[in-house]
T-cell receptor, first 112, second 115 residues
Framework: GENVEQHPSTLSVQEGDSAVIKCTYS??????FPWYKQELGKRPQLIID?????GEKKDQRIAVTLNKTAKHFSLHITETQPEDSAVYFC???????????FGTGTSLTVIP | EPEVTQTPSHQVTQMGQEVILRCVPI?????FYWYRQILGQKVEFLVS????????KSEIFDDQFSVERPDGSNFTLKIRSTKLEDSAMYFC?????????????FGDGTRLSIL
C-alpha cells in the first residue's frame, strides 16, 4: 500500500519568514495530494490540494509543488503569521472515494 | 458553507461497552469516511462507504467495527466491546458528488475515552 512520509516533524520560524514542509509517497498510482491544517483540538481543514497533472498550485501565501518523477510534494507558506501556527498534514490518494494516506504531521510554530 | 457534523463531541465509556458515533455528512456528498487519530499521532483511515456499502477498509477496521447509513442523512460508526486502545479522536469525512478527485471535508470529531 501507499506510504507517505513527512518532514520535518516540528518547524519553528520567525514571523514573516517562509516555511516549507516536504512529503514523499511510494505508490506511483497516487494522483491527488491535499494538505490539511489542524489546530489544537479541531478538525483537519483543507488548505490546498494538487492533482498529478499539475506541477504547482498557488493560493495567496500558500503554494504546493509536485514532482511526480521523484514522488514528492511540498507545501510552501510565505510571509508566515502567528495564526499559521498549527499541525500540517499532507496526504495522498489514488481515486475518488479512496482513502487518504496521511503523513505524520508537522507542528509549525510561528514566533512573533 | 456546509459542514460535516458529528455527535457527541466527547464520549466516555466503560471498557467492554458498545458505542455509536454519529455523523451527518454534507448533504449532496456521496462518499463517506471514518478516520481515527490517537493523541499526538497521524490521522488513520478506518473505512469508506459509497452507495450503501463499504468500498474500502483498513486493517484497523475489524469485526469490532461496523458502519451504517440508517437514513438519508446519518452515517454511524459502531464499536462493539470497546478496548482501552480504542481511545482516540474519531473523525467523519465526506466527499463528492462529482467524478474526479474531490477533497474530503472533516467533522469536528468525537473524542472517545475508554475507561
Amino acid at each position: 500500500g501507499e506510504n507517505v512520509e513527512q518532514h520535518p516533524s516540528t518547524l519553528s520560524v520567525q514571523e514573516g519568514d517562509s516555511a516549507v514542509i516536504k512529503c514523499t509517497y511510494s505508490d506511483s498510482a497516487s494522483n491527488y495530494f491535499p494538505w490539511y491544517k489542524q489546530e489544537l483540538g479541531k478538525r483537519p481543514q483543507l488548505i490546498i490540494d494538487i492533482r498529478s497533472n499539475v506541477g504547482e498550485k498557488k493560493d495567496q501565501r500558500i503554494a504546493v509543488t509536485l514532482n511526480k518523477t521523484a514522488k514528492h510534494f511540498s507545501l510552501h507558506i510565505t510571509e508566515t503569521q502567528p495564526e499559521d501556527s498549527a499541525v500540517y498534514f499532507c496526504a495522498a490518494s489514488k481515486a475518488t472515494g479512496n482513502q487518504f494516506y496521511f503523513g505524520t504531521g508537522t507542528s509549525l510554530t510561528v514566533i512573533p | 458553507e456546509p459542514e460535516v457534523t458529528q455527535t457527541p463531541s466527547h464520549q466516555v465509556t466503560q471498557m467492554g461497552q458498545e458505542v455509536i458515533l454519529r455523523c451527518v455528512p454534507i448533504s449532496n456528498h456521496l462518499y463517506f469516511y471514518w478516520y481515527r487519530q490517537i493523541l499526538g499521532q497521524k490521522v488513520e483511515f478506518l473505512v469508506s462507504f459509497y452507495n450503501n456499502e463499504i468500498s474500502e477498509k483498513s486493517e484497523i477496521f475489524d469485526d469490532q467495527f461496523s458502519v451504517e447509513r440508517p437514513d438519508g442523512s446519518n452515517f454511524t460508526l459502531k464499536i462493539r466491546s470497546t478496548k482501552l486502545e480504542d481511545s482516540a479522536m474519531y473523525f467523519c469525512a465526506s466527499s463528492g458528488p462529482r467524478q474526479g478527485h474531490q477533497p474530503q471535508h472533516f467533522g469536528d470529531g468525537t473524542r472517545l475515552s475508554i475507561l
